[in-house]
């Protein structure tokens, strides 16, 4: 007898459905609850080892608010701190500036002294301020003069104010022995010397109304560049300059004239051969 197989179909029970695929996302309920998980920090770790670890806390997540800002909503930069230092600790700095950068009377015009510092590039204000310390407090101030072209320096004495100039003169500290000295360093080219230069400059010293009179220089001189012939041109040129001041100038003026002259004499050069 041949035996037929029934097959039961149950009505009404709807299929399983398959498992999702891996490539599926998981819904966002699980993401969330994914991301809420605390997050450990590196000493919690080593606590469970009995080991040292740097104490750090975790970087908090950064929240929907903190994505979606835009630049405007960013704070605003913290503004340079120095200048709300006391006046006596900037002062202080200032000090160490100048003890370490030369104070160079500059031959631009429009500018007094020249100082190789970064700080002084920060703002004007700090510029004012450094530039202002450096005429009163250095203990020297630098200049060149070519030729004996004393232009840029005589700009620079006619533009100093009443307590600058009672700096270079006196001093400002009556303890202090010494005051502000100016060393000129003399260069001299194939060019020669400018003798009217030279006379304006030494008149200044036989009129004690204009202004640092009584200022204390020193010299320095440079080696002439150039060949034989054209270094006994150029000492020549200097001599003749020098010498008409030592027989008709005043006595200031000739004692200038002298200061310059052994200028060259320290360097093993005699000027009148």
């Known amino acids: ?40 920090t590196m000493n919690q770790g080593a606590a469970h ?52 950068h030369p104070i160079v009377i500059a031959q631009n015009h429009r500018r007094r002294v020249k100082i190789t ?26 200049a060149q003069v070519i030729d004996f072209c004393f232009g840029h320096v005589i700009t620079y004495l006619n533009r100093l104010g009443e307590t600058q100039l009672k700096q270079l003169e006196h001093g400002t500290d009556v303890q202090r022995s010494t005051t502000q000295t100016i060393k000129i360093k003399l260069v001299f080219t194939t060019s020669g010397p400018n003798c009217q230069e030279l006379d304006r400059w030494l008149n200044r010293f036989d009129v004690s109304a204009k202004r640092a009179a009584n200022v204390r220089f020193e010299y320095e001189a440079t080696e002439f560049k150039g ?31 002298m200061k310059i002259e052994s200028a060259f004499n320290r360097l093993g050069e005699t000027m009148h051969t």
């Open 117 to 142: 510092c970064g700080l002084i590039r920060v703002n004007k204000m700090i510029h004012d301020e450094i530039r202002s310390y450096a005429t009163l407090e250095a203990p020297v101030i630098r």
């Open 227 to 257: 060949d034989f012939l054209e270094i006994n041109a150029s000492r020549t040129d200097v001599d003749f300059c020098l010498d008409w001041r030592f027989m008709y100038s005043p006595t200031r003026s000739r004692e200038k004239a």
């Open 49 to 100: 080892k009995g080991e040292s670890a740097l104490d750090t806390a975790a970087e908090p997540l950064a929240t929907e608010e903190d994505q979606t800002a835009g630049p405007g909503d960013k704070a605003p930069e913290k503004l340079f701190e120095f200048l709300e230092l006391p006046p006596e600790l900037r002062n202080a700095i200032y000090a160490l500036v100048v003890e370490d």
């Open 1 to 40: 007898m041949e035996v037929k197989k029934r097959t039961r179909v149950k009505k009404g029970r709807p299929r399983p459905a398959s498992p999702p695929a891996t490539s599926t996302p998981a819904p966002m309920s699980l993401a969330l609850e994914f991301h809420a998980l605390p997050i450990p």
